[in-house]
Structure formats: C-alpha cells, structure tokens
C-alpha cells in the first residue's frame, strides 16, 4: 500500500518559518521525483515545489523562491519543505506528490 503522510503544519506569525515532512512508504521513493503543491482558501490546488529523482534539480514556484527549500532523505523514504519569511499568502493546506501518488495535506497558518 502506497502512503504519504505529510507533517509539520500548524500555526505561524509572519516571519516565522516551519518544516513540513512527507513520510512515505509502498513506492519507488528513490527513482521519483518528489513535489509539493498547496491549496489556499478559497483557490485551487498549485504546484510549489520538486525535487528530482538524484535530489541535484530544484524547482521553485516564483511567489516562494528564495523562502522555501525542498529535500528529500533517502535514506528514510522522506521529504521536506522547509519554509522561512513566511507570511499570510502562504496559508494553505500544503500536500506532497510522488508519481501518481498524494498526502492527506497539512494545514498552514501565517497570522499574527
């Protein structure tokens, strides 16, 4: 059974920064690419972030360049999403990818 448990969401003052992690089991982990996408209130599901197969390729949604940093651990079946300067336009329930493969999201608040 394939699963992807993403953790690490709460609640945030703009500024701040969290780590979000995808746990996952049941697939090719280390011949995937890896991404994580997030939907806000209100709008539709939007890609953020990959990682590629070997982890050496990054790719950024423009509106987080520069703030956030995907990753990923081999050697635990798990990747990261790693958040800084945070600010209200990023609440979202954020979800990982994997092939055809998704989370059950996790929910990020930036508010004072």
């Known amino acids: 059974e394939v699963q992807l448990v993403e953790s690490g969401g709460g609640l945030v003052q703009p500024g701040g920064s969290l780590r979000l992690s995808c746990v996952t089991s049941?697939?090719?982990?280390?011949?995937?690419?890896l991404r994580w996408y997030r939907q806000p209130p209100g709008q539709e599901r939007a890609w953020v972030a990959t990682i590629s197969e070997d982890g050496a390729l990054t790719n950024y949604q423009r509106s987080v360049a520069g703030r956030f940093t995907i990753s990923r651990d081999d050697d635990k079946n798990t990747f990261y999403l790693d958040m800084h300067n945070l600010t209200p336009d990023d609440t979202a329930v954020y979800s990982c990818?994997?092939?055809?493969?998704w989370g059950q999201g996790t929910l990020v608040i930036v508010s004072p």
């Open positions: 049941g697939f090719a982990f280390t011949s995937s690419g």
């Open positions: 990818n994997a092939q055809t493969y």
